[in-house]
């Protein structure tokens, strides 16, 4: 983005914004383009150095840093809450004398003590001080300046080539007055869409390469997706800053910032790596580690840390850890990340990672061709890599208490796997992929969040176990009554409103499971039905759907609340006393069109409140 501008500085205490342009320099296109013939005058003359630094560097080449740089003269970084109370006070000398005291004791102590002692005052007398006015007002202006960015009057070049508009009219525009945003919006046009700033961070600090790593989102991915989702591009940069975050909270290191990503995930990979061969160590003695690496403790030293692993890494590639057995025990050894040499381990059979904290997984354990059992589970996943679905041999895969908000699709290529543990995530869904697991014996996707189950679920011929409940379910497909090996369905504590047909030979367990949700739902309808004056043989079908669904007993209850409100009702009713006297009453009084459909109604609703008891 081109900020066309003329350096020239104005030297009026009180100026105003007045944007210029520079002779000769054409209009980019998509730029923030100024549209005044006015030339000498500066557009940018009160930016603080955290400002810069912060929000505007990642947009500018390194050409462009240096240059900018250059071309600037001051050096105090100064916060944009300080520099707006110094222009406080500024405005107050100028138009507003009465409020000057006031704004000089919201200054910052610092600039307190400077302006005391520059005239000589123990504490600040405006009474005292009004024949200062003129010396006080060059005073402010004199430390706005040498906390603010300057561009010298004797350069021309434009160096704000690519600053977003959102940068401009918010971290920016919070260093001028109100006259002056108005002048910059007044004076600036934009002709067309421009890089939006995650964009710019995300190219700037070269974090492509963490987010396919850590997260699973390839560089085509996360631009396919955020052509959808404008907004998939920044929940991806949070996701990322969240990972460090956690991590930094696990390794109790300092959060890193964008520019220190790279650095962070380096040093916490060494630190991992170190561990797991600690760990492998302990389980089997390991010959001839390299010099300087026998202890196998982690240094303090961020450099000697890397300079460790790397160590271990080329006596690794080396093959000192293949053959190390069939089978792996990792369980509870503080691993955050597992180090991507996991997957030299080419004749691993079994891996058991549990009661870690990792938080990703690396793609190279796809490499573990001969993997039977992968049991990851008390981590804190937030996802998994498409590459898992290349473990071919994987028999038993458990991810249960984790943070998982999703599995890839990929997961359907596992044509051995048996069981599935799922439990205690943050599923919404699952992929359609899942009806590709021909061998699979037991399903377990209990206390997640699934809205929905896919119907591709029936095509599990092999399936005997599912487990569905503590979700929010509404519905199941009927697909799953195709299941005929199908021994076990849970489903209990979930929303469920219907039930198909197909499940009727589940219907015994279903309606223990399930039995005060589908209560109430047959209760809506027959309120329904009672207060919109249907026909008794309507009525009469949801009170024979409830006998044969969830038993006699249900029905029973309801009897009972409808005689206990005709009771109280019967005090001043003598034709509901004589019908209170047959002992089928209840039975009887739903399909009974001379009694109060009122009675009726606060008969389920007091049965429905006694459910919610």
Known sequence: MSLVTNTNQSSSAERAFQPGVVKNQTKSQGALTNTTKKQNKNLVVKIT???????????????????????????????????DRLNKLSQAILQNPSKIPVQFQELHKDDRTRILTKFGKEKFDWNQMKELREPLLKEVEAMKAEHSFTILSSKSVNYLKKLPIALMSDPLSSFLIEKERADFRNNCRNTR??????????????????????????????????????????????????????LSEIEKLPCPTYSSLSAFFQEVEARNLIRMIGAIRDASPLPNLPAGVEDLQIPNDPTATIQKANRLRDWINQGAIAAIGSTLDLTNKDLSLLPKEIGQLQTLQALDLKGNRLVSLPKEIGQLKALQELRL????????????????????????????????????????????????????????????????????????????????????????????????????????????????????????????????????????????????????????????????KRIAGFLDAMDRRLGKEARGQLHRCLYEVAQKAAKTDETLREKLKDKHFGRKAFLDESIDPKLKAAAIAKFRKTLEE
């Open 377 to 536: 589970g008390n981590n804190r996943l937030v996802s998994i890599p498409k590459e898992i679905g290349q473990l071919k041999a994987l028999r038993w895969f458990d991810l249960k208490n984790n943070h998982l908000v999703s599995i890839p699709k990929e997961i359907g290529r596992l044509k051995a796997l048996q069981w599935l543990r799922l439990s205690n995530n943050r599923l919404a869904s699952v992929p359609k992929g899942i009806g590709q697991l021909k061998t699979l014996q037991g399903l377990y996707l209990e206390n997640n969040r699934l809205v929905s189950v896919p119907e591709e679920i029936g095509q599990i011929k092999t399936l005997e176990r599912l487990h569905l409940e503590n979700n929010r379910l509404v519905s199941v497909p009927k697909e799953i009554g195709q299941l005929k090996a199908l021994r076990s369905l849970e489903l209990e504590n979930n929303g469920m409103i219907w039930m198909p047909p197909e499940l009727d030979r589940f219907k015994g367990a279903l309606g223990k499971q399930n039995k005060n949700l589908q209560v109430k739902n047959y209760l809506d309808q027959l309120s329904l039905c009672v207060t919109g004056q249907h026909n008794t």
């Open 193 to 246: 869409k421009i890089q939006t700033p995650i964009s710019s961070i995300i190219k700037t600090y070269k974090l492509e390469g963490l987010i396919e790593t850590y997260l699973h989102v390839s560089s085509s991915d996360l631009t396919k997706r955020n052509q959808k989702d404008q907004s998939y591009k920044a929940k991806t940069l949070h996701k990322l800053m969240s990972l460090a975050h956690s």
């Open 49 to 83: 150095k955290d400002v810069f630094v912060n929000k505007v560097f990642p947009f500018l080449t390194e050409d462009e840093r240096t240059n900018f740089q250059k071309a600037c003269i001051g050096d105090c970084s100064l916060t944009a809450s300080r520099f």
